[in-house]
């Protein structure tokens, strides 16, 4: 079952609302984060001319500082702001490397909550767990995120696990700043009629389901289950093992791995696993969980994945996962496909056959936008195409074009950049879309072929048709009793 919890706020809270959005703007300003978005053209030369007036008035003037000061004022400001940094750490194209550099230190390295809080809840989850089940308790965290930390153990089987428990009022916290900014996109939507296609609202409802389902540990057990069954064949991905007689929504316990982290080029290269062997599966891991399954693992940063002595990959945190249908994964299929041919009418087409586009609006001419922006994407050096990014560009002529934005595909493209930045580091010159590019053609005409598609029909409606023989038998009887 998913956790939905509606993203409501009384009138009386929107005077607070208006000072508290003022007051983060300033903080926000305040570390110099209007000179990276100005830098990066982001804006009209209006928009642009306040924004440096703003700058200069309250801005940080030393850029190298912006990261560290932009992580605190996130991490005062509460676990929503911080996962908002985690998404923002993955986008160098917008903050600069240095920034996001800094930004990365909030995946895994924010500062833990007492041992004896650790040990509380524990013992509030399962009275038995530290005093019967367990022969070791590491009281130092190996890890602490924006909702939880993780500590080590090993049981009376001399098995090592890692245990992973909430942050307390979390819940709450995280509730409340999704509440804000629910209202911000609302605010926004409402004074700028041309926002509503973006579905800034949407898309925070969206996130926040997303996020509020992180804080059901037997969610995520139930998500690295799933994960684990689709991959139960693969020899070079593995899941660890949940232990599910020891988990609750508030703690998770499972196997824990030893390995090094998939960005660790040096520490790989020490312990001789081949580089471009480990890219080649991700990338294969990547394109079978996106569109073999429409179920994939949606915080792919380097601290989630590990590669352990087998030189199998390994992740570690199934908090934030996503999932396509196979309508959504056919669109995207034949996105990125025709993005890699340049063949770019195709691109308007398909958006016009998903109803994304409004009416009245010029194939051509949105053809020619598309092609404006992606050449100079598909045109750099192998290692530096993003697709990720180009999806996001393409975003960008949304309200030229009226091209209505899918929620959807959000956590998606932040998944992609994450992806393809981790690509990058390990391995800048494979572009990990040309390798996908023959695994998503045999997909397209695999879903394409008329008898796959009608034994797809035949598996969905089997239970129907295993009724027509007696519902012609009962035809029979009623026709023979006239």
Not at 10 to 22: D, G, T
Not at 219 to 230: F, H, M, P, T, V
Not at 265 to 282: F, R, W, Y
Request: glycine share 4%.
């Amino acid at each position: 079952m998913r956790i939905q919890r509606k993203l409501e706020y009384p009138l009386w809270k929107i005077p607070y609302f208006i000072v508290k959005s003022l007051l983060i703007s300033i903080k926000l300003i305040r570390t110099g984060i209007l000179f990276l978005l100005i830098e990066n053209k982001y804006f009209s030369k209006q928009i642009e001319l306040i924004l440096k007036i703003l700058n200069n008035i309250f801005g940080n003037k030393n850029q190298n500082e912006i990261g560290e000061k932009l992580s605190k004022i996130l991490i005062n400001l509460g676990p929503g702001y911080i996962k908002f940094g985690q998404a923002l750490s993955t986008r160098p194209d917008i903050l600069g490397k240095i920034t996001c550099d800094e930004l990365k230190k909030l995946q895994d390295n924010l500062k833990p909550f007492p041992n004896s809080i650790s040990k509380k809840i524990i013992n509030d989850e399962n009275e038995d767990f530290l005093r019967i089940s367990l022969a070791y308790f590491d009281e130092n965290p190996i890890a602490s995120a924006s909702v939880a930390q993780v500590h080590t153990g090993v049981l009376k089987d001399g098995k090592k696990v890692a245990i992973k428990i909430l942050k307390p009022n979390i819940h709450k916290q995280l509730f409340k700043d999704f509440t804000f900014f629910y209202w911000i996109a609302k605010f926004l939507e409402f004074c700028i009629p041309n926002v509503r296609r973006l579905k800034l609202s949407k898309n925070v409802e969206v996130l926040s389901e997303v996020s509020l389902n992180e804080l059901d540990l037997t969610l995520e057990a139930s998500a690295a289950d799933e994960l684990a069954e689709n991959f139960k064949n693969h020899p070079n991905y593995r899941v660890p093992k949940i232990y599910w007689e020891f988990t609750t929504k508030n703690m998770l316990v499972l196997e824990f791995i030893e390995g090094i982290r998939i960005d660790d080029v040096e520490l790989l290269n020490a312990s001789k696993h081949n580089i471009e062997n480990i890219t080649e599966i991700g990338t294969e891991v990547f394109f079978l969980q996106v569109f073999r399954d429409g179920f994939f693992h949606g915080d792919m940063h380097p601290g989630n994945i590990l590669i352990d002595k087998k030189g199998a990959l390994v992740p570690i945190d199934f908090g934030i996962m996503g999932r396509l249908s196979n309508k959504d994964r056919q669109f995207l299929a034949l996105l990125l496909t025709y993005l890699l041919n340049k063949n770019y009418k195709k691109v308007v087409e398909i958006h016009d056959e998903a109803n994304m586009l409004g009416k009245n609006i010029s194939h051509d001419h949105l053809a020619q936008a598309i092609r404006a922006i992606s050449t100079p994407i598909l045109n750099k050096p192998i290692g530096e195409v993003s697709l990720a990014k180009l999806l996001g560009q393409i975003l960008s002529l949304s309200k030229k074009f009226n091209i209505e934005v899918q929620p959807q595909f959000t956590l998606l493209q932040k998944t992609m950049l994450m992806a393809e930045g981790t690509t990058r580091q390990i391995n800048p010159n494979i572009n990990m879309w040309e390798l996908s590019r023959p695994l998503i053609d045999k997909w397209i005409t695999e879903t394409h072929d008329p008898f796959k598609i009608l034994e797809e029909w035949f598996h969905k409606n089997k239970l129907a048709l295993l009724k027509i023989p007696e519902i012609i038998s009962k035809i029979e009887e009623i026709l023979s009793k006239k």
